[in-house]
């Protein structure tokens, strides 16, 4: 990896987004004749309309490489400036190696090239943050492609209405580079994680008729909700008071998409108001490590993102693990 100018201070920015979603649009209409659901119940309980799903050919480091590459056109870079590939999913390519970074770098022609994946779950995304915000101010790296690229699809059981009508499939990408603008940079990244809580969220493996393994998705909603609601305003609360700030210093409050009722719980404790919420829970469901950086990707397509906006991020996911962010967009 290439290092930084020796002696100069060096900071963290995210220099652009990209995101992919998949072509079939899934309404919770069309899930009412797959499960016993419907569309109020989830609209109420979730504020789901719809989400989006994978082909069967199409694996999570199809849905990254598409983000990457619009993440990397945005910043004007080519492959060969990446120093570092960071893959945050839940549902890799395949289950030990290669990573599906190494699979993500390869067919983005970046060679010889460090690449490797997370495993954080739905916050996946904050701890990519906090991995390349520490490569670059220690001068490992200049340019890191990070990417949240999730088929979470390919872990969920049909037959389970409390997992299967929460989740989306999709990707989004940023690129982190090294900056000397602290007024520009990613000013706080929080991670933290409590495996006494594994069981609340998780995807055991289960063997079917002594022959084929499948691993699906378990989950204990009713704890995870309450358990969200609490650790995400804390982690919120310790950020801003880490940056002395307070609501009002943020532009836009973007939250891990896992549920409008979290997410409007967490903003009403913190008195944040609704038109600083970022939401696009509505549309993809819950994308994990993929949500933020789609949600993200969305406020740059509407052309709402500007170089200085100032950004506040949090998520939690299985493990658990949790995590917060302030950071600001460095791009154009
Ligand atoms: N459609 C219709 N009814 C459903 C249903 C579905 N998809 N899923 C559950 N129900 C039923 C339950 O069986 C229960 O029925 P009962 O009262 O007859 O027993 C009733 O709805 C209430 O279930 P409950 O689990 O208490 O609902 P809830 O209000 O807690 O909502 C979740 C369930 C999953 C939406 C909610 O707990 C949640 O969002 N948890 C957090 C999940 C999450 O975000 N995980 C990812 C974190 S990254």
């Not at 590939?85 to 970074?101: H, K, Q, R």
């Not at 490797?116 to 991995?131: E, M, P």
């Not at 940023?174 to 990613?186: G, M, N």
Request: aromatic share 6%; charged share 20%; with cysteine.
């Amino acid at each position: 990896m290439k290092g930084v100018g020796v002696g100069e201070k060096v900071y963290a920015a995210l220099r652009s987004v990209g995101a992919y979603t998949p072509q079939r649009c899934v309404s919770n209409k069309e899930l009412e004749t797959q499960i016993d659901t419907s569309d109020e119940w989830i609209t109420r309980r979730t504020g789901i309309k719809t989400r989006y799903f994978a082909t069967a050919e199409q694996k999570s480091s199809d849905l990254g490489i598409e983000a990457a590459k619009v993440a990397l056109q945005r910043a004007k870079m080519l492959p060969s400036d990446i120093d570092l590939v960071i893959v945050g999913t839940l549902a890799p390519d395949f289950i030990a190696m290669p990573s599906t970074a190494c699979i993500i770098a390869s067919a983005l022609g970046i060679h010889d090239r460090p690449a490797f994946d997370i495993s954080a779950a739905c916050s996946g995304f904050i701890y990519l943050l906090s991995v390349a915000k520490a490569y670059i101010e220690s001068g490992m790296a200049k340019n890191i492609l990070i990417v949240g690229a999730e088929k979470v699809s390919s872990v969920l059981n049909p037959q389970d209405r409390g997992t299967y009508i929460l989740f989306g499939d999709g990707a989004g990408a940023a690129i982190i580079s090294a900056t000397q603008d602290k007024e520009l940079s990613i000013l706080n990244v929080h991670i933290s994680a409590d495996g006494q809580y594994q069981d609340y969220l998780m995807t055991p493996r289960s063997e079917i008729n002594k022959k084929e393994i499948m691993q699906c998705m378990s989950m204990k909603g009713n704890e995870v909700f309450k358990i969200a609601v609490h650790k995400l305003a804390d982690e919120v609360k310790h950020i801003l008071e880490e940056c002395n700030m307070g609501p009002k210093d943020i532009q836009y409050f973007v939250p891990h998409q896992a549920n409008y009722r979290i997410i409007k719980a967490v903003g009403d404790l913190l008195n944040f108001d609704s038109s600083q919420i970022v939401l696009t829970v509505d549309k993809f469901g819950n994308t994990s490590a993929a949500s933020i950086p789609m949600a993200i990707n969305m406020l740059y397509e509407n052309n709402q993102l500007k170089r200085g906006s100032r950004l506040l991020l949090d998520a939690l996911g299985g493990g658990l693990t949790w995590g917060s962010a302030i950071l600001h967009f460095d791009g154009e």
